[in-house]
């Protein structure tokens, strides 16, 4: 069984805890002032801090891990990244097989005005009972039926149906009781010694 810490290992272990947020909150106002100063820089500037090539200049075979430093802006790493996918033929060449590779969300896609009878949770329910309210009335409109139509409603008419075939059973003889194999047993192992 594990013993309960005592008071000192317990306060112990939340000042180092304590000075490990301390670190790393530091740690990120630093990255976060130094971020935006850099927003405020050109990319010819940032490029040249940091000594990096343009990544819209970047060859198949060059070396993008420079621009994946923390120090390095977003918009950067992300030309960087789309130039080295476009050369890369293995990244470069999707298959089609990708399933969520289209964009969705794209304005240009959506058609102005839509609306659809679906309801979250109700599914067409409403659009189908709308549809079965209507035929019904088309069918019961006393106004446009005549006598005849409302009395060949009422009494539907029966078609005669064929008399059933009478079914051939087969008499099966109920088999003999099988021979069941006995259950195995366990092996039993002795050893000398």
Same mark, same amino acid.
């Given at each position: 069984?594990?013993?309960?810490?005592?008071?000192?290992?317990?306060?112990?272990?939340?000042?180092?805890?304590?000075?490990?947020?301390?670190?790393?909150?530091?740690?990120?106002?630093?990255?976060?002032?130094?971020?935006?100063?850099?927003? =405020?820089?050109?990319? #010819? %500037?940032?490029?040249?801090?940091?000594?990096? &090539?343009?990544? +819209? @200049? /970047?060859?198949?075979?060059?070396?993008?891990?420079?621009?994946?430093?923390?120090?390095?802006?977003?918009?950067?790493?992300?030309?960087?990244?789309?130039?080295?996918?476009?050369?890369?033929?293995?990244?470069?060449?999707?298959?089609?097989?990708?399933?969520?590779?289209?964009?969705?969300?794209?304005?240009?896609?959506?058609?102005?005005?839509?609306?659809?009878?679906?309801?979250?949770?109700?599914?067409?329910?409403?659009?189908? =009972?709308?549809?079965? #309210? %209507?035929?019904?009335?088309?069918?019961?409109? &006393?106004?446009? +039926? @005549? /006598?005849?139509?409302?009395?060949?409603?009422?009494?539907?008419?029966?078609?005669?149906?064929?008399?059933?075939?009478?079914?051939?059973?087969?008499?099966?003889?109920?088999?003999?009781?099988?021979?069941?194999?006995?259950?195995?047993?366990?092996?039993?192992?002795?050893?000398?010694?």
């Amino acid at each position: 069984m594990t013993q309960a810490r005592d008071f000192w290992s317990r306060r112990k272990a939340a000042v180092q805890a304590e000075t490990e947020a301390e670190a790393l909150a530091a740690k990120e106002q630093i990255i976060t002032t130094r971020q935006a100063e850099l927003e =405020e820089k050109s990319d #010819a %500037e940032i490029l040249s801090e940091f000594d990096l &090539p343009d990544p +819209d @200049t /970047l060859q198949a075979g060059d070396d993008v891990s420079g621009f994946m430093a923390k120090a390095v802006p977003d918009r950067l790493r992300r030309r960087a990244l789309r130039r080295l996918w476009r050369l890369n033929p293995v990244l470069a060449n999707v298959d089609g097989l990708v399933d969520y590779g289209e964009d969705y969300t794209d304005a240009a896609c959506v058609l102005e005005n839509l609306q659809t009878a679906y309801q979250v949770g109700k599914g067409m329910l409403a659009h189908v =009972e709308a549809l079965a #309210a %209507e035929a019904e009335e088309q069918e019961c409109d &006393p106004e446009t +039926d @005549t /006598l005849d139509v409302i009395e060949a409603r009422e009494e539907p008419a029966k078609a005669e149906e064929p008399a059933p075939e009478p079914m051939i059973v087969a008499n099966v003889e109920e088999p003999e009781e099988l021979e069941v194999p006995p259950a195995p047993r366990r092996m039993k192992f002795e050893f000398e010694g």
